[in-house]
């Protein structure tokens, strides 16, 4: 590993959560280029979280980020569905998202408005699978919505809610 001094910036940001920028910075202070930076700075997070778990940020609940969320969603909620997604960071992860009755830029029916995304830190026991469809049953419930569970193997090119009708349950009222 290189010495403290090129550590000390991206340490901060690794603390944040932010690991976007502390690639970034690494990659600013070492030269190193993108592969090798990210096994660096993936490597350094795994070391500060064995080592010092807490001075990283704790992040609310999903359970709460996405009632919070729910709160800013347009229109009449269609369907809370959970889509997979991934990065170096977390490996898979299942975004909720809530799909309402409204047109918008991604669509000309629905709209789409983020909840919250569940990762492996998020389950204690059990499966990632099994806790992203637990939430999105109370939160359909709370909505009078469908749920569109996370296909199994991950896949973030599967196919979506408002591409199938043969997945909706519901009366559309468009």
């Given amino acids: 590993m290189h010495d403290e001094k090129v550590w000390s910036g991206v340490d901060d940001l690794l603390f944040q959560g932010d690991f976007i920028s502390a690639l970034a910075a690494y990659r600013a202070m070492s030269g190193a280029g993108l592969p090798d930076a990210m096994d660096a700075v993936g490597a350094r997070a795994a070391h500060l979280r064995a080592t010092q778990p807490g001075r990283f940020a704790q992040r609310p ?7 919070k969320n729910l709160q800013g969603v347009p229109g009449r909620i269609c369907v809370i569905e959970a889509v997979w997604d991934g990065d170096t960071v977390h490996d898979w992860f299942v975004v909720l998202v809530a799909i309402s009755a409204q047109g918008s830029a991604t669509h000309p029916r629905y709209t789409e ?5 569940i990762t492996h830190s998020d389950v204690d026991h059990g499966s990632l699978v099994e806790a992203a469809e637990a939430l999105q049953r109370r939160l359909a ?4 919505a469908e749920v569109k569970a996370p296909v199994w193997p991950p896949d973030d090119r599967a196919s979506r809610w408002w591409n199938d009708p043969a997945m909706h349950t519901l009366t559309d009222p468009n």
Avoid: M
């Avoid at 408005?113 to 995304?117: A, G, N, P």
């Fill in 141 to 144: 419930a709370e909505t009078g």
């Fill in 61 to 67: 609940a999903p359970s709460v980020v996405a009632r």
């Fill in 113 to 117: 408005s983020y909840l919250c995304h």
